[in-house]
């Protein structure tokens, strides 16, 4: 069974930055791609870029200039690293895996960005 989970999220200053963790179990990240994702209060769940059982990583142009997605093998975990943080950044950050024709999400983790 695929579990993930979350961490790394707080309340954090304009402009700062933070490291959100995704811990992946039952699986490993050298045969499975992980997404990040943010779902914010009243709009559609957005892809924030995913990193491939390769280790190629992608973004949308939305963040690509201040989110760096990256893993530990050894770990196997997943992070996502954001710089230059707004108040529209704040939302719940969940990473995500398809395994076939399954999807599995972690629980989130809040990030708050005072302005």
């Known amino acids: 069974q695929v579990q993930l989970v979350e961490s790394g999220g707080g309340l954090v200053q304009a402009g700062g930055s933070l490291r959100l963790s995704c811990v992946v179990s039952g699986r490993s990240l050298q045969i499975t791609g992980v997404e990040w994702y943010r779902q914010a209060p009243w709009k559609q769940r957005e892809l924030l870029g995913g990193i491939s059982s390769g280790g190629v990583t992608n973004y949308p142009d939305s963040v690509k200039d201040r989110f760096t997605i990256s893993r530990d093998n050894a770990k196997n975990t997943v992070y996502l690293e954001m710089n230059s943080l707004k108040a529209e950044d704040t939302a719940l950050y969940l990473c995500?895996?398809?395994?076939?024709?399954?999807?599995?999400w972690g629980q989130g983790t809040q990030v708050t960005v005072s302005s």
């Open positions: 995500h895996v398809r395994v076939w024709k399954s999807d599995y």
